[in-house]
């Protein structure tokens, strides 16, 4: 059987007022959601272990099957795939901010007047080459980046050269080891390259004209080796699809080896086309066996604290369901869940498990109908999310049996 | 207190349609399991770990606290036990097929026409000792068998010989290593003398008179070295025993040290005498401190997509309990579960969590009187197959207080 996994991004919520102390969840009209519960089974899930806060980069990998504990190598690395940056194992990332310095080289300000408009252009300027190693620069929000290095010889075993505070100059950029001798050469001299051309960049020269601080200096820090990942067709035997509108998901996702049936015009914020992207993943199948379905509006609404836009989104999800999984569900393993929590109450994400809902033809029924955080605790299932690929191997039949 | 372990194979299932969607344990009519679960506590248990699917084998080591991914090693050992070889660590087995083979020695039938009787005469023959090392062959149904080499110097560094293909020939037994040189050279030697012996079998020479393909030659592949498993007694301070017809698992308890009490007569079909062996349970008690007593029928149920005859099969499980183990519950500790589901829909063991029922003098009782896969759920225990033996010794009081 094929195996469809749908991941509402942060859909985990608690108690929120403006919906009489439901969850998002629980307030929203979910016939189609209900519908698999009722023909399946539901539970609780810790996306990593109880207690710890996920991130989607955690989660996801956690989910998919790799340890993060083991191939989560820091956030410059997964940072740098939510930029949109596609990697390989083996790229060294950092986070990196556009920051304002002085005539004698001393930040005034980290985060470049808190910069909104025009990185992308001063970033494009930012991929260079040096001694042969490439420089990937990407923008990200607002004064944010992701600074990567590509090539032979380069190592993470270099200082950071962001001071953390302003009225300091850029600290100096030193190998901790010999193997990071040639990396922090490269990075000295990157520094030295892009104050020349951020120095001359029109939009800075506007924004020195107009007296407004300049995006002229890259910061960096939390510099990692992106993780070689075991591929993941080869790890299960099978072949994976993923449908994500945000960029962290989908370097993820790429990472391993997923192959990309994200369709045109489809997002990772809350006004995106939900149904269309269902609707694409239910052709994947007819090509792959596993696809991930990852939708993030939860998790934008969550973060928002605006626990009614996420009831709202939910309920988008679930008319979504109608005319596309609803119509094949009784020919592959159904999985819908979230990847964390992020309460609206708290605006960010937290630890609560989150619930969990699985349906295949046959499965046992644990004869609960709602779908949501609370009646979770009334279903089947007790997972961490490091069982969830086994979980949905052997439901699809594609597992091995241990033993005799 | 003293300990009974009941194991109902493959008892865990899923809906059945010829059960009104029920599985066999909740069509069940079973009084005495659910008097054992009013008065105790119910709840699931993961054989191994969630989406793993357990063998009986895998699952029968973890309950008696040997992790199988220490200790399991191959299909090879853990078959040859099956077929009823007692077997001691350091041994060498393998799985083995008879096979035809033409006069050029082309491998015509790797099944030997799925031979189905006679190979019990032919295996007998094949108990060999070659340059010290003893042979031990058994045959297991049909064309299948065991290949066990006992003795010193001997290693599972070799080559199989089985092409698993016809129209070839047996490949070369070469060592993969210095290790392996002796075993290659004496699996040879097997080779060549059992195709000997074979050849001038009364049952082959009948079969070639009949234009049948014979069973002339031994294939085997997949070796495994018999764990040396830590004595089930010393490792828990008691005297342990064990019941069960079938020979996987009276394999796996003659291994790590447990007595057999197994009475005679019983077998691992689904008409044994079932209230025997737990009567053999009870009087073993009188002499042990820990049973374990596999009853295999409702596996074999399960396997044959019939669960009908499973729900008969626990009803008869149900009844043997009256004047036997329900006569002394107040004296003992008394656990029932299954070591794996063996759903009659899916005719195959699948990763499903395990109904778990326990009871001991004094224990919490979790007011759920009915004691299947799915009211399970709303009961006390949750658990995975490695803390069963934790949680049987403490509730015997048999377990020593971690810490002050």
Redesign the interface.
């Known amino acids: 059987m094929k195996i469809l996994l749908i991941i509402a991004d942060g859909l985990g919520d608690r108690p929120f007022d403006s919906l009489g102390g439901k969850t998002s969840l629980e307030a929203a009209d979910k016939p189609n959601l209900n519908t698999l519960a009722r023909e399946g089974m539901i539970g609780l899930m810790d996306p990593i272990r109880p207690g710890i806060i996920p991130g989607s980069d955690t989660s996801h990998l956690n989910y998919l099957g790799y340890d993060p504990f083991k191939y989560y190598t820091g956030r410059g690395p997964f940072e740098a795939m939510g930029t949109g940056l596609t990697l390989r194992g083996g790229d060294i990332a950092f986070r990196a901010n556009f920051a304002t310095v002085n005539e004698q080289g001393t930040i005034i300000d980290r985060r470049a007047g808190r910069i909104r408009e025009g990185t992308s252009e001063l970033a494009k300027q930012l991929n260079l080459k040096i001694e042969g190693v490439e420089i990937l620069f990407k923008e990200g929000t607002e004064h944010r980046a992701a600074l990567v290095l590509r090539g032979e010889g380069i190592s993470t075993e270099v200082t950071d050269n962001d001071p953390h505070a302003d009225n300091l100059k850029p600290k100096d950029i030193v190998p901790t080891s010999e193997k990071g001798k040639k990396t922090a050469h490269i990075l000295n001299e990157f520094y030295k390259q892009s104050f020349r051309i951020l120095k001359d960049a029109p939009l800075n020269v506007k924004r020195r004209s107009n007296g407004i601080k300049e995006a002229n200096a890259i910061l960096y820090r939390g510099g990692g080796e992106v993780p070689s990942l075991p591929n993941f067709n080869e790890k299960y035997s099978l072949d994976g699809g993923f449908i994500a509108g945000v960029a962290l998901v989908s370097g993820i996702c790429k990472l391993v080896g997923l192959k990309n049936f994200t369709p045109e015009g489809v997002t990772g914020s809350i006004d995106t086309d939900v149904k269309k992207k269902f609707a694409a993943a239910v052709e994947a199948l007819k090509e792959v066996d596993f696809v991930l379905v990852n939708v993030k509006g939860t998790d934008i609404a969550g973060h928002d604290g605006n626990g009614v836009a996420k009831k709202e989104f939910i309920e988008k999800i679930d008319a979504a369901l109608k005319d596309t999984v609803m119509k094949v569900r009784n020919e592959i393993v159904v999985c819908f869940t979230g990847d964390h929590s992020t309460p609206a109450s708290a605006k960010e994400h937290t630890s609560d498990p989150v619930p969990i809902l699985l349906r295949y033809p046959?499965?046992?029924?644990?004869?609960v109908g709602e779908f949501d955080e609370i009646r979770a605790k009334?279903?089947?299932l007790?997972?961490?999310g490091s069982?969830?690929?086994?979980?949905?191997?052997?439901s699809a039949n594609r597992?091995?049996?241990?033993?005799?």
Chains 1, 2 share one sequence.
Do not use: F, H, I, T
């Not at 046959?362 to 004869?367: A, E, P, Q, V």
């Not at 069982?387 to 052997?394: A, E, I, K, Q």
């Not at 597992?399 to 005799?404: L, M, Q, R, T, V």
């Open positions: 046959g499965c046992r029924k644990d004869g009334d279903g089947y007790r997972l961490q069982d969830l690929m086994n979980v949905l191997l052997s597992a091995e049996k241990y033993g005799a």
